[in-house]
């Protein structure tokens, strides 16, 4: 069975589980829609036409998203007076399958609405949680404790090099350390 529907000013033949791009209806995704122009319904060789619509016909579809057509580039040129205009469009469409094709009862047909997830957004709640200064000597033996461990590690990779690389070491600080004096006389 398969039937012409009329909507958004244009005529599309659909049958039933078909997915069809039409202009932009107001409706959310997951929405089903009762379209009731319907101008022919085919069922093989029975055939049904409207003058211009049937009565009490309808087609039952579903929402499956609101998207936006290819863009469209329109390119306006006045010869020899250097006047150009560039211009773009995206046309708003929506992509329905179509459910049921009703040939009666069309008017008792009704959508239903898509469940709403919820949106509900967590609001972090900071709670300050007000303690009591240290005493500044704990402070100090904390910093004790960190520069100890600090040293103690570059000693332990200072350990862990191999005994080729150390004689470079020392023999570049020798270089390094001698200072020439100099003295003038006046």
Same mark, same amino acid.
């Given at each position: 069975?398969?039937?012409?529907? &009329? ?9 039933? %589980?078909?997915? $069809? ?6 409706a959310?995704d ?14 093989g ?12 016909a ?11 057509g290819?863009? !469209?580039?329109?390119?306006? @040129? ?6 150009r ?9 929506t ?14 047909? *009704?959508?239903?609405k ?6 509900? /957004? &967590?609001?972090? $709640? ?5 303690? %009591? ?5 704990f ?12 040293t103690? *590690?570059?000693?332990? %990779?200072? @350990?862990? @090099? *191999? ?5 470079? !070491?020392?023999? /570049? ?7 020439k004096?100099?003295?003038?006389? /006046?």
């Amino acid at each position: 069975m398969y039937a012409v529907v &009329k909507t958004g000013g244009k005529q599309y033949r659909v049958e039933k %589980e078909d997915v $069809v791009l039409v202009e932009k209806l107001n409706a959310n995704d997951g929405d089903q829609l009762v379209l009731g122009d319907v101008l022919m319904i085919g069922d093989g060789k029975k055939l049904t036409l409207g003058t211009p619509l049937i009565n009490d016909a309808a087609v039952m579809a579903q929402v499956i998203r609101q998207t936006r057509g290819p863009k !469209i580039t329109m390119i306006y @040129k006045r010869r020899r007076k250097n006047s150009r205009r560039k211009q773009g469009h995206k046309q708003d469409l929506t992509l329905l399958k179509i459910i049921d094709i009703a040939e009666t009862g069309g008017s008792k047909l *009704s959508p239903k609405k898509a469940t709403a997830k919820s949106t509900e /957004k &967590k609001i972090k $709640v900071e709670t300050k949680v007000k303690t %009591e200064p240290q005493p500044k000597v704990f402070e100090d033996k904390v910093k004790k404790e960190v520069k100890a461990k600090s040293t103690a *590690s570059k000693k332990s %990779e200072s @350990k862990t @090099k *191999s005994a080729a690389t150390k004689p470079e !070491i020392k023999a /570049k600080t020798k270089t390094t350390t001698k200072t020439k004096k100099t003295t003038t006389k /006046k």
